[in-house]
Nanobody, 123 residues
């Protein structure tokens, strides 16, 4: 089992920045590909970004490219999402997730999920 806990969400004005964190425990963190998903009200949960086991490879949704940066620190068992130039359409609950399956954007391959952290971007 892997336990994931997100933090860092909040209310920010459009154009602002936030950094989300995801703290992992339970199993060897570096054995897992990690990802961020988000779910806006009334919409399905969607992929935002993923990072490989070592952090050497990353993968972004088109909506995140150029504005979001995913990173991880395997010594701290923590993953991050730096979000810049935030837009009102980025408003959502952000979830971190873990899988052993690979650097994928498919929600179903992720075995472990956090409880989510709310990000609200005001216009």
């Amino acid at each position: 089992q892997v336990q994931l806990v997100e933090s860092g969400g909040g209310l920010v004005q459009a154009g602002g920045s936030l950094r989300l964190s995801c703290a992992a425990s339970g199993q060897t963190f570096s054995n897992y590909v990690m990802a961020w998903f988000r779910q806006a009200p009334g919409k399905e949960r969607e992929f935002a970004a993923a990072i490989s086991w070592s952090g050497g490879s990353t993968y972004y949704a088109d909506s995140a490219k150029g504005r979001f940066t995913i990173s991880r620190d395997n010594t701290k068992n923590t993953m991050y999402l730096q979000m810049n130039s935030l837009k009102p359409e980025d408003t959502a609950v952000y979830y971190c997730a873990a899988t052993r399956s690979g650097l994928l954007r498919v929600r179903s391959v992720y075995d472990y999920w956090g409880q989510g952290t709310q990000v609200t971007v005001s216009s």
